[in-house]
DNA sequence: TCTGAATCAGGAACTGTTATTGATTGACGA
DNA sequence: TCGTCAATCAATAACAGTTCCTGATTCAGA
């Protein structure tokens, strides 16, 4: 079971809360425990966790909830804009509640995804509208590198 | 069996024959008739192939090899820089005789891939390099988007 | 409270890829 | 030319990540 009480009044803001309440109720789909308890780990980590990641944090609590519905939770939470996603190759999908067009980093030793902040992208996707006769829908950076700490090692 | 005279005067030019046997010595591997066939698959197809679409080709000239070659032949042949490789989410890898730096796009309805020329993305990657503790150690732009026929419809 | 639709848990199935196996090949020296 | 040994091979099993399917459960609205 989820504790909503220090979901409530800890983890979310009454902003946030207002915004995910009105997502799910513009979309048709219900706020669920399960999805409730999806988002409360993706809140509860630093940074960008896996499926996996959210399925293990989440049985903490309930142990009872498989994969397939974190699985489910994701895709329905992505579609209605309350979190992204970000893929890279060999790895697991990352889920974020940042759902702003951002840029982020991820080690190829350790995988940690880490946020780049301040890379102004500018004309970029412009430029390559310009120059192919594909409609361009989307246009990610993927970067890879060493975190600090596998730098030492 | 690969017809080598044909691969020899009409797929290849001597410069990347050159440029290819001498990569393989090289590197000490070999140039088997297999890495041979994945090289004239790649060469006979327009755009990206994925690892199944050269097996395919592969195996209308040699009906015994395995998807599971391919897979090694293409680890090989990156490896040692003969060709290069781009991956898409949700998409198998396509494989490419372009080793250069440059864009491709993806169509996210019929799969198909194609070269994005002429854009120019500057200081980009030194300007994440400055905002992240992070050693960047690569930078990959993933564009999708619709091909002009899928765009039709 | 009842009813139908949405959602769930559990597990099977699927896709793309890698690892393992023993058999085959092919480059090189005698 | 032949033998030797490492490299490579085909075939298949295994694997990771994800999706799909099923029947059971839950929930919102009448």
Known sequence: MIDEGKFHTQEMTNR???DIREKFRRSGYTLTSQRRAVLEALRDTRGHPSAEDIYLLVKKKNPRVALGTVYQALSVLEEIGVIGSKHWAESPTRYDLNTE??????????????EIPGVELGNLEAQIQENTPYSVSSTTLVVEGLCPTCQKE
């Open 16 to 18: 946030l809360e207002q």
């Open 101 to 114: 067009p951002h840029l982020d980093i991820r080690c190829r030793r350790c995988g940690e995804v880490a």
